[in-house]
Every structure is written in structure tokens, then in C-alpha cells.
């Protein structure tokens, strides 16, 4: 069983930055591919970005890019969702998932792993 946390949400103003972190409890991410998705109060969840297994490839949801970039720490054990010019449309839970040998799929069907999520808000 693989356990994900979240850390670095929180309260930032319309174009200010944020990192969030993910990392699994007791092992690296060396051969999972690991997504960044949210939800909004009273919509679905959605995908944000997502970094193949390798470290090699990664996808984002058309409004994030430009804007947020996901990366890997050298050894492997964090994942970060780096968020820059955040709008208040970005405010949302973020959750990190996760799943062996992937490619980085935009579906969340794809992911058995899955963190508790943490709250980033971007005031106007």
C-alpha cells in the first residue's frame, strides 16, 4: 500500500505562487507516475498535471500551462506542483496520485494511489 500526503496548500492573493508536495510514506517514486488533480467546491475533480514514471514526460490540463510545472527531487522521493501566477479560478483541493509504470495519464481512473489533498486558495 502505497500512502501519499500533500503538504504546502494554503491562502495566497491573484498572482502569487505556491509549491505543493507529494510525497509517498516509505518509498520513492522511481517507478510511478504521479498526477496533481483538484476539485472545486461543487465541481468534479479534474486533472492538473501529470509526470511519467520515469521522470521523462510530463502532461498538464490546458489551463495550467504555462503557469504551473510538476517536477521530481533527484532522489526521487518528492513530487512538486510548482503554481505561479495563480488566479482565483485555481482555488481548489489539490490531490497527488499515483500508479506503477505509468505514462502520466490525464484520466483519474488510472490512479490507485491517492492522497488526502490539501486547500490552496487564491483571494481576488
Known amino acids: 500500500q502505497v500512502q501519499l500526503v500533500e503538504s504546502g496548500g494554503g491562502l495566497v492573493q491573484a498572482g502569487g505562487s505556491l509549491r505543493l508536495s507529494c510525497a509517498a510514506s516509505?518509498?520513492?517514486?522511481?517507478?510511478?507516475?504521479v498526477g496533481w488533480f483538484r476539485q472545486a467546491p461543487g465541481k468534479e475533480r479534474e486533472f492538473v498535471a501529470a509526470l511519467n514514471w520515469s521522470g521523462t514526460s510530463t502532461n498538464y490540463a490546458d489551463s495550467v500551462k504555462g503557469r504551473f510545472t510538476i517536477s521530481r527531487d533527484s532522489a526521487k522521493i518528492t513530487v512538486y506542483l510548482q503554481m505561479n501566477s495563480l488566479k482565483p479560478e485555481d482555488t481548489a483541493v489539490y490531490y497527488c496520485?499515483?500508479?506503477?509504470w505509468g505514462a502520466g495519464e490525464l484520466g483519474e481512473d488510472s490512479y490507485r494511489y491517492w492522497g488526502q489533498g490539501t486547500q490552496v486558495t487564491v483571494s481576488s
Open positions: 496520485a499515483a500508479y506503477l
Open positions: 516509505g518509498r520513492t517514486f522511481s517507478r510511478y507516475a
